[in-house]
T-cell receptor, first 113, second 117 residues
Framework: EAAVTQSPRSKVAVTGGKVTLSCHQT?????MYWYRQDTGHGLRLIHY???????EKGDIPDGYKASRPSQENFSLILELASLSQTAVYFC????????????FGPGTRLTVL | AQKVIQVWSTASRQEGEELTLDCSYE???????LFWYKHLLSGEMVFLIR??????AKERSGRYSVVFQKSLKSISLVISALQPDDSGKYFC??????????????FGTGTTVSVSP
């Protein structure tokens, strides 16, 4: 049974529209992350959170907001979607920083037209 | 500048063979960790194996093992007895400790592996 789920699995959005990507984990982990993957790149961290109601900026936060309303749920929000935000987005969770492996969701393929 | 480099973007082998995937990294930290993940064709990202910078043990997990050359800032993933299900994209990732408490993983660009029956 998948411990990290994402919805939707794919989405087509229009430029300037609002997009919300959702992530739910049943691992009881404190840390959650949002990454994006682009062709020719590895995964890059957008936002992360280590406690409910708090989020932190990652390496590429511009154009994205995040929300952690509960330990289990972590959303990524694109207020004004742009063409450059077409990518695959991964959510992950881990018990803590450091040498703990991260558990990833299946990814969401976002296409902005 | 890319901190985690996987030079080979693709690799192909036959079933039963052994494959070594190379990864180099840059860090000025004393304490760091290296991870290998596999991105399945289904989209799932699966953790494979971890190497702590402070460990001299040869890490192994099933058919996966690592060759860690700390002085060269290099880590290789070795997959033995390849099976077609080993096909997928393999990512090397670096986690390093900094004063403020750390940061998340920095991924390489990945190597796509194809294993033929």
């Amino acid at each position: 049974e998948a411990a990290v789920t994402q919805s939707p699995r794919s989405k087509v959005a229009v430029t300037g529209g609002k997009v919300t990507l959702s992530c739910h984990q049943t691992n009881n982990h404190d840390y959650m992350y949002w990454y994006r993957q682009d062709t020719g790149h590895g995964l890059r961290l957008i936002h992360y959170s280590y406690v409910a109601d708090s989020t932190e900026k990652g390496d590429i936060p511009d154009g994205y907001k995040a929300s952690r309303p509960s330990q289990e749920n972590f959303s990524l929000i694109l207020e004004l979607a742009s063409l450059s935000q077409t990518a695959v987005y991964f959510c992950a969770s881990s018990p803590d920083w450091g040498n703990y492996e991260q558990y990833f969701g299946p990814g969401t393929r976002l296409t902005v037209l | 500048a890319q901190k985690v480099i996987q030079v080979w973007s693709t690799a192909s082998r036959q079933e039963g063979e052994e494959l070594t995937l190379d990864c180099s990294y840059e860090t000025s930290q004393v304490l760091y960790h290296l991870f290998w993940y596999k991105h399945l064709l289904s989209g799932e990202m699966v953790f494979l194996i971890r190497q702590m910078s402070s460990s001299t043990a040869k890490e192994r997990s099933g058919r996966y093992s690592v060759v860690f050359q700390k002085s060269l800032k290099s880590i290789s993933l070795v997959i033995s007895a390849l099976q077609p299900d080993d096909s997928g994209k393999y990512f090397c990732a670096l986690w390093e400790l900094v004063y403020q408490g750390g940061r998340a993983l920095i991924f390489g660009t990945g190597t796509t592996v194809s294993v033929s029956p």
